[in-house]
Each structure stands twice: as C-alpha cells, then as structure tokens.
C-alpha cells in the first residue's frame, strides 16, 4: 500500500521541493492533499501529474475559478483549512508538510497533528506562536515532529533523534548576514527592496528574504531552537557564516562538539525528512575542503544587525509576545516591499513598535488556544494600522 502525503503550500519553493523529491518515488507514495493561497495554474498542474484527489485553494476567487476548471476531474476542491478533517476521515498520513507561510498555518498542522505519522514544518510563524500547543497534540496523537529549517533539522539530526536537551551545552546556529553583511550600516538608508531581495545563497519567498536582510530571520530561528529543543535562550548563540554551509553545531557537556554541514539547497533537510533512515542516496555534490579551510565564523554585529537585541528580552516560555513580534515584523516588511519605509526606518520600527507597553505586557500571557492567539494578531494588526505608518 501507497503511504499518503500531505503538502501544505506545495507551490512554494519548501512545496515544490518536496514534490521534485517524491517525483522518482510515485510508485511508493500517494500525494493525498495539496494546497496553496493563489497559485492555481502550478497546483493544478500539480495535481494531474501526481494524480492528486483533494486540493485546498484558500484564496475565494481561486477556489471559484479552479471548481469552474475542474468540474470535469476527479479532483475535490475545498477552500478552507477547516476542511482538513473532512478530507482526510481519519485515514493515516505517514508524512505531512507544513510549508505555508504566515501564522494562518498553525490551524492545519495543529489538525494534522491527529493523523500524521511524521509531521515535517517548514512553517515558523507556528512554532514560534502556538509551540505549547503544537507540543501538546504531538504527545497526546503520538504524532513525530520533524523540523525542515536547515539549522533546526541540523540539531535534531546531530541530537540523533535524542530529544534529552541535559546533554546540551551550547547551540550556534550560523547566519549568511544576507546581502549585507559587508555593507556599510551608515548606507542602510539607500537600501531599496530589488537590493534586499538579491540572497547571496538562498532561493526564497521575499518576505523570508528581507527577514534574512534584517537578521530577524535568525531572532525567529533563535525562538523557535528554544522551543522545539526546550532550550534556554542563553544556550543559544548565532554565528554569521556568508558561504551558508555549515548549519549549526551543538557543544555537548561531555567535551564532543558535533557540526552540520551540507550545500546551501532546502531539498536535502527535506529528503532526509521523508526518507529519515531509509538507505535512500541523492544526487551528492563532493565535499567542498576550500569552505571549510575558511568557515569565517564570527559574532553578529550588533551595530549593523541590532534586532537580534530583542532576544535578550524575550519571556522564558512562549507567550503572545511573540504573536505581537510576528504580527509587527510581518506589517513592517510588506511596508518596506511597497517602497513605504526604507530599510533602517523598518529596522528602527520593528525594535520601536515591539517595545511599546500594550505589546510588552503580552510577554506575561501564555497563549490558551488559537484562537486566542488570532485573537491577539488582530489587535496588534488594527494597533499598528492606526499608527499611519
């Protein structure tokens, strides 16, 4: 029997990834479930080449034009994460990907924590926001949480599925500083989006991109570490490494120190996501002995990169603070994408806004249940709409 695969946002770069991955594999995998926002001609190509019997669409017209489209498939097409337990019935998924982005993605991996056998995220906004909930379902449905952030799935690999975080020291999650890191700060201001958007190494979406600009790519990278290995965050420390090869090291308290290396390509934490200890082989690229003669690890520049400060605040357990943070950074971004704000202004109003003292007493609030967190997106979305920015 065909084991069933779930992809959440398979049209984006983690959702296309994952697809490439499976393609040789049909024979063992049913692609049970695809979804996307908008993207209604990739996913429907999508779904005749896989075979795929049930699409999520989550954009109102999208949905509309694509039940015009395929009327004459055998294709179901539904237009809300809600319609997960209908679709799926209690069927058992071996492997779920969470590869949407925003926090509108904690509803379907908190659902599909009930049916899962490995529930593989690429998604931060949910781990960062809902964790404590995440983590709740994970025990309670026996459900094996994988994470496809290179670094993350970096340190669950070099903790060999060991999720005892006593034996940890130290983590170093490394940093390429984006197209930045030797631009000097007092120029921040000339920064335009088409040069922001220019990754030296990463293939991503733009928000994600400007994120990496910012370094608050790494502040989320840093909370989410915490939550998912129930780290402290003073155990966690960030290294700028411009070649993004190697991904993260672990000191251990015994005297060994383990590192993470491999090509700057998402299709390798995924592949070994699916395939976890099967003795699968992919295409393999020979060892590059010239990066690691010159790893160029280094501190972060504080001056330069001043939003990784807001870790040294942040609430020992996950609070609705980080709701807020999301919330403002993501506000922020979509401003600087629209020419609204310049780069420093966006830096300057993300540290300015998050420390204002309506969004400062929601570190002391553990978020109850999703809605409550949306509850909470909604007001610091009407509070920062009606700062005029």
Known sequence: MKKKIVILGSTGSIGQNTLKILKPYKKDFEVYLLSTNKNLKKIIKQAKEFKVKNLIINNFKKYLEAKSKLKKENIK?????????????????????????????????????????????????????????????????????????????????????????????????????????????????MIKPKHALKHPNWKM????????????????????????????YDQINILTHPKSYLHAIIQFKNGLSKMLIHEPDMKIPIYNSIFNSEEKKIKLTQLNIEILN???????????FPLVKILNKMPKYTSLF????????????????????????????????????????????????????????????????????
């Open 77 to 189: 097409i539904y237009n809300n994460f809600d319609d997960i337990d209908k679709i799926i019935n209690k069927k058992k998924i071996y492997y779920s990907m969470i590869a949407t982005s925003g926090l509108d993605g904690l509803n379907p991996t908190l659902k599909l924590t009930k049916y899962s056998k490995y529930l593989a995220v690429g998604n931060k906004e949910s781990i960062i926001c809902g964790w404590n909930l995440i983590n709740n379902n994970l025990i309670k449905f026996k459900c094996n949480f994988i994470p496809v952030d290179s670094e993350h799935f970096s340190i669950f690999s070099l903790l060999n599925n060991n999720k005892e975080n006593k034996i940890i020291e130290k983590v170093f999650i490394t940093a390429s500083g984006g197209p930045f890191i030797n631009f000097p700060k007092k120029n921040f201001d």
């Open 322 to 389: 980080e709701t807020a943070l999301i919330t403002i950074n993501d506000f922020l971004v979509y401003r600087f994408l629209e020419n609204k704000i310049n780069f420093k202004s966006l830096i300057n109003l993300i540290i300015k806004i998050s420390n204002m003292k309506e969004f400062q007493n929601l570190k002391k609030i553990k978020p109850r249940n999703i809605d409550h967190i949306y509850r909470v997106r909604d007001y610091v979305s009407l509070k920062i709409n009606n700062l005029g920015i």
């Open 205 to 232: 979406g733009k928000k994600i991109t400007i994120d990496s600009a910012t370094l608050m790519n790494k502040v989320f990278e840093v909370i989410e570490a915490k939550n998912i290995f129930n780290l402290n």
């Open 294 to 304: 010159d790893l160029n690890l280094k501190k972060v520049d504080i001056k330069k």
